[in-house]
């Protein structure tokens, strides 16, 4: 099935048949949602496997592409030690949950440093993530690009590379690109391709594995991190537009990550979609 994929961010509160209703419903064949409490992190509600096989199902019938299960924000797996023990359960136990649901990846934030530089974080990153993933079986788990703001690590495909280069079992990881962040962190997102030349040269598009499509509400290179609405922000929803076209990024899922409610999703999505077919390839 070669097919275009968009969704967005979702309540995980009604469980997983009620986010795939939902993403039905505003014209989605996939979404995001948080594994826990986005802000806390400590304990996740209880699994319930009746929906989860509920929703397989339903996602299975409607065509749905990979979804995206995103960490906590208090997740730095690059922080002091309590904070990236904190991080290694969190991730370990997340894996775990997340066992039983089909075509999911799991989408984090790679840490920040907090002061004790580039080269120290990225090896603790390396070492909390060969620490909470010890066999090559279980979901896809990928490092967000980022921003730069304060010491966040994985603003550059260089940073990333270099955690890639460090863990045990690459073949469960790769990258979602988030537009807002790299734009903030200033690649220039106007020619794409170049973008994504950069992208194969450093890390391999074989392992780009996501799209967050977010407008920025600052100029490029501003380390800022504040998402916008399509065509309402720097980016400019021309070029985000021809984003989603961009051949080498056919069948990824794109995540709308915009300050919006349902009905704002619901037409992000619907002018994303136009022109778009799912072709069966025999």
Do not use: W
């Not at 997740?75 to 039983?100: E, P, Y």
């Not at 999911?104 to 120290?120: A, K, T």
């Not at 980022?146 to 940073?159: D, L, N, R, V, Y």
């Amino acid at each position: 099935m070669d097919c275009f994929f968009v969704g967005c961010h979702l309540s995980s509160t009604g469980g997983y048949l009620k986010m795939a209703q939902t993403a039905t419903k505003i014209g989605a064949n996939t979404f995001q949602f948080f594994t826990r409490n986005p802000q806390g992190g400590s304990k996740a509600k209880p699994l319930d496997f009746n929906d989860i096989e509920n929703y397989n199902q339903y996602a299975e019938s409607h065509q749905f592409g990979y979804i995206l299960a995103h960490a906590p924000y208090t997740m730095n797996l690059a922080g002091k030690d309590s904070i990236q023990d904190f991080g290694i359960q969190m991730m370990k136990d997340d894996l775990m949950r997340l066992k039983n649901v089909r075509k999911v990846y799991y989408n984090f934030h790679p840490g920040s440093h907090v002061g004790m530089g580039e080269e120290i974080g990225i090896q603790r990153i390396i070492d909390a993530l060969n620490s909470a993933v010890d066999s090559q079986d279980g979901p896809m788990i990928l490092l967000e690009t980022m921003a730069g703001k304060g010491s966040e690590i994985g603003k550059t495909f260089q940073e990333l590379k270099k955690i890639m280069e460090g863990v045990r079992f690459v073949e469960r990881f790769g990258i979602t690109i988030d537009t807002c962040h790299i734009h903030d962190g200033g690649y220039s997102l106007k020619n794409f391709d170049e973008v994504l030349e950069t992208f194969d040269k450093v890390i391999g598009l074989s392992y780009l594995k996501a799209i967050h499509l977010n407008d920025s509400l600052n100029e490029s290179g501003a380390k800022k991190d504040r998402h916008a609405r399509l065509g309402e922000g720097k980016i400019g929803l021309e070029t985000l537009y021809q984003i989603t076209r961009n051949e080498k990024l056919k069948n990824l899922p794109f995540i709308l990550e915009t300050p919006n409610d349902l009905d704002g999703y619901a037409k992000e999505i619907a002018l994303l979609k136009q022109d778009h077919i799912c072709k069966n390839i025999l």
